[in-house]
């Protein structure tokens, strides 16, 4: 089983669109969570820290439930500008490695 | 230009020869990554440091990589005997202490022809 999983995408969703990418964590040790952003052909950028409490920012909503060992990512009213590949990302203690997902792919078009 | 930065963008090489491949990160940065990403797969950890101290490395490494951090700056990262399937974008990130957001240079795309 992989340490990170998500769901395999593409989402293919229209202009103003609200949308949400699903993760789960296998380690049930893993101590900090985030999405990152890739846009094609580029480096992997901070999107976001995931908290248990949740945490917004803007149109994006990012929310952990440790005793799942689920994180998600809803993002409303979707621009084309959003269109990128989302990573779901855990690291496992502090200052450690960080264990990424395979990604999702968004699309959002006109 | 304060951000991480590899070189090469890009390396094309013979199957067999050696490549050598160098991260600047950001300065006063003291954790330093490497990862390994292919097409349609997210980043896979290779390796990091911490100041010159290597402190993990992945079991997916085999002997023919090596990285070094000689003096707890820039990085290099060494294969040796390079096969197909080593080809694959490189990358290098780093974050600064006390901070867990890890910033990326644009990576290293090696081809193995």
């Known amino acids: 089983r992989k340490e990170v999983e998500q769901d395999p995408g593409p989402f293919n969703v229209p202009e103003g669109a609200t949308v949400a990418f699903n993760c789960t964590y296998s380690?049930?040790?893993?101590?900090?969570f985030f999405w990152y952003r890739q846009d094609c052909r580029k480096e992997p950028k901070l999107l976001m820290s995931?908290?248990?409490s949740g945490n917004e920012d803007g149109r994006f909503t990012a929310q952990l439930n440790r005793a799942s060992q689920y994180i998600s990512l809803l993002i409303r009213d979707s621009k084309l500008s959003d269109s990128a590949t989302y990573l779901c990302?855990?690291?496992?203690?502090?200052?450690?490695?960080?264990?990424f997902g395979a990604g999702t792919i968004l699309r959002v078009k006109s | 230009d304060t951000g991480v930065s590899q070189n090469p963008r890009h390396k094309i090489t013979k199957r067999g020869q050696n490549v050598t491949f160098r991260c600047d990160p950001i300065?006063?940065?003291?954790?330093l990554y490497w990862y390994r990403q292919t097409l349609g797969q997210g980043p896979e950890f290779l390796t990091y440091?911490?100041?010159?101290?290597?402190?993990?490395k992945s079991r997916l490494l085999s002997d023919r990589f090596s990285a070094e951090r000689p003096k707890g700056s820039f990085s290099t990262l060494e294969i040796q005997r390079t096969e197909q399937g080593d080809s694959a974008m490189y990358l290098c990130?780093?974050?600064?202490?006390?901070?867990?957001?890890?910033?990326f240079g644009q990576g290293t795309r090696l081809t193995v022809v």
């Open positions: 440091f911490q100041n010159e101290a290597q402190l993990e």
């Open positions: 300065s006063e940065h003291n954790r």
């Open positions: 995931v908290y248990s």
């Open positions: 990130a780093s974050t600064a202490f006390g901070s867990t957001e890890a910033f």
């Open positions: 990302v855990v690291m496992m203690e502090y200052g450690n490695k960080l264990v």
């Open positions: 380690n049930s040790a893993s101590q900090s």
